[in-house]
């Protein structure tokens, strides 16, 4: 089973950046995710990929400030995220699945992730106005 460790949250003020890791080990999986939280709010998906062929999906809110990429040679996924807002504000998670969790995520949306079988710790991150 993929272990999933994140890395690169903090604290930033609006229009900041930062750069999230996801360290996967033994390797990336079919399709990779991340998902946020805010305190009290349930879990949103952010982006996800297709780890095979790096065809990128994004929820509206985001696109066009943050992008998903891999590094199989790392075995790292990484969220660039640019532009930041306080509403995007949360605990960010990197989950693992199958290429059919990506398929419907595609078709569907994200959901809650419940397609998705294996979950980092989350990294934080908060964003000031």
């Known amino acids: 089973q993929v272990r999933l460790v994140e890395s690169g949250g903090g604290s930033v003020n609006a229009g900041g950046s930062l750069r999230l890791s996801c360290v996967a080990s033994p390797v990336i999986d079919s399709c990779m995710g991340w998902f946020r939280q805010a305190p009290g709010q349930q879990r949103d998906g952010v982006a996800a990929?297709?780890?095979?062929?790096?065809?990128?999906l994004y929820v509206a809110s985001v696109k066009g400030r943050f992008t998903i990429s891999q590094d199989n040679g790392k075995n790292t996924v990484y969220l660039e995220m640019n532009n930041l807002k306080p509403e995007d504000t949360g605990r960010y998670y990197c989950?693992?699945?199958?290429?059919?969790?990506?398929?419907?995520?595609?078709?569907?949306?994200?959901?809650?992730?419940?397609?998705?079988?294996?979950w980092g710790q989350g990294t934080l991150v908060t964003v000031s106005s």
């Open positions: 989950a693992a699945g199958t290429l059919q969790t990506c398929n419907i995520w595609s078709s569907s949306g994200p959901d809650s992730g419940t397609r998705f079988s294996t």
């Open positions: 990929i297709y780890a095979g062929g790096g065809r990128t």
